[in-house]
């Protein structure tokens, strides 16, 4: 009996120490380090809109002009039509999710009843002097319930007399910035302009002191200028990024209103130590403000700034202009449509969702929970292959067809940018024959190809990058609307 319950012990002890082993082996593994610098949870959120919308509107809608004098008489203004629901209805209806008003332009007036001065909405004969611009767009937004709000506030003013004094106005544009961040609720997106003509006055404006107050009042809030701090102007207004466009910059190096940066802030700095992605700013029509004679731009005009804006890791700030009965014209809202719906014709359906897809390596093995197979699912952000440090040589990711081949025209790849920007050069392959290539990816990179192309393995080999490259999605898109101009397949390969 003893000698039984001996051996019953022994095969018992022998059973937990392989138990043991077995039991440590069922850790996770880690995620990688980040590469800094890397977003705050405000920027994440904004670079994931990808597109949202710009209404210029004031003054300048009834007099025909780009920049206003100052001089205008409030009278002018009278937007009998106005409604504010049409707006976020059509922003919301065409795919947008921020929408950012034109609070006060260079002119100075008001859209909202200011109690610092009468050049606004209360001294013109809309709603007898009660109207107020600002609160009708916020109240819209809120009914919508899937759009927010961002303001425009014009450091250049022609119209106010404290410009030009140093002291005075800085305290009159702060006094201005803290109503419309303490009356209208959640704003998203501040928009501080640095255009200033040749003819003003001799003007610091206390950007610091502005930026300090605004993160005070609204800590979620994205600051937009030339150099930031939360976003940057890419550098144009034609909606076009660099081909190389990085998210990071050296603010240092910036400072807002300079015209000899532009090509900075187009491509950004691989080295930079502030995390600052590009926004493209462009309108509709060939002007920011609504003119009866113009027309908005043709709808393959659209796809090739969508193309090179959010296809080269930027948010498309798409400006449409609404007119002076105080609506978006109906022209401007079916070409709005036509947007929509190509780009949902061509991104809805990812070509190579049902193909197998192998890595050259991958980080924790194959139950790491990096594997190739997370740039299919539908997380682009905290999902991702990661492939093996130790690995030698380059690291790649293969897609083969499930059956048949796979046929497409526009090659969609993403990085996991929560964790940084890193990857400094790739190619694509397409049955071993070289289809595309580029530099940066960051958050989102499209290439749009001249020719549809037919092939059953798509592989995407990374060239280099900054520190483990990691690609969240992957995508093969075909696009029905058209192709660039004179772009063959094989003329896509372009740093």
């Not at 034109?102 to 809309?126: E, I, M, N, Q, R």
């Not at 302009?193 to 930026?211: C, H, I, L, P, T």
């Amino acid at each position: 009996m003893a000698k039984s319950l001996y051996f019953l012990c022994i095969i018992a002890l022998v059973q937990l120490l392989e138990f043991i082993p077995s039991c440590m082996t069922q850790f996770a593994t880690t995620p990688p380090l980040p590469v800094l610098p890397i977003p705050t949870a405000s920027q994440l959120k904004w670079q994931q809109r990808e597109i949202i919308m710009f209404f210029h509107f004031g003054m300048n809608t009834f007099t025909d002009s780009e920049w206003g004098t100052g001089q205008e008489n409030p009278n002018l203004f009278n937007p009998t039509g106005l409604d504010a629901r049409q707006w976020v209805s059509t922003a919301a209806e065409a795919g947008f999710s921020l929408v950012i008003l034109t609070a006060k332009h260079h002119d100075g007036f008001c859209l909202w009843p200011s109690k610092y001065t009468d050049h606004s909405v209360v001294s013109s004969p809309w709603k007898n002097g009660h109207g107020d611009v600002v609160r009708d767009l916020t109240n819209a937004a809120k009914a919508q319930g899937n759009i927010d709000v961002g303001l425009y506030l014009s450091p250049w003013d022609r119209h106010d007399q404290r410009y030009g004094k140093n002291q005075e106005y800085n305290e009159y544009y702060l006094a201005q910035l803290q109503e419309l961040l303490k009356q209208y609720g959640v704003i998203q997106e501040i928009w501080f302009d640095g255009a200033k003509g040749e003819d003003a006055a001799n003007m610091s404006y206390y950007f610091e002191e502005w930026f300090e107050m605004v993160k005070e009042l609204q800590s979620s809030i994205n600051i937009f200028s030339d150099a930031g701090p939360d976003v940057r102007w890419v550098g144009n207004e034609n909606g076009f990024a660099g081909n190389t466009s990085w998210s990071t910059i050296n603010r240092t190096l910036l400072s807002i209103g300079n015209g000899d940066n532009v090509g900075y802030l187009n491509t950004g700095d691989p080295q930079g130590t502030d995390w600052v992605p590009p926004e493209c700013d462009v309108s509709i029509r060939p002007g920011w403000f609504w003119h009866a004679s113009e027309q908005p731009k043709e709808l393959s005009q659209l796809l090739e700034i969508y193309y090179n804006s959010v296809g080269r890791n930027c948010v498309l700030l798409f400006n449409v202009p609404p007119n002076s009965t105080g609506l978006i014209s109906e022209i401007d809202v079916q070409r709005l449509m036509e947007f929509k719906k190509a780009i949902d014709t061509t991104f809805s359906t990812n070509l190579a969702e049902k193909s197998s897809v192998d890595a050259s390596s991958q980080r924790g093995g194959q139950n790491g929970g990096f594997g190739p197979e997370n740039v299919l699912d539908d997380d682009n952000l905290w999902t991702y292959w990661a492939p093996d440090e130790g690995a030698a040589g380059q690291h790649w990711i293969e897609i083969k067809a499930a059956s048949g081949g796979l046929r497409f025209n526009v090659i969609r790849i993403q990085e996991p940018i929560g964790l940084g920007q890193r990857i400094i050069g790739h190619e694509v392959y397409a049955d071993g024959k070289l289809i595309a290539e580029g530099t940066t990816v960051g958050h989102k990179r499209l290439h749009r190809l001249g020719d549809v192309v037919e092939a059953t393995v798509v592989k995407v080999q990374i060239l280099e990058s900054k520190g483990v490259p990691l690609v969240s999605s992957f995508g093969l898109h075909f696009d029905p609307f058209g192709q660039p101009n004179g772009t063959s397949v094989y003329k896509e390969l372009s740093y």
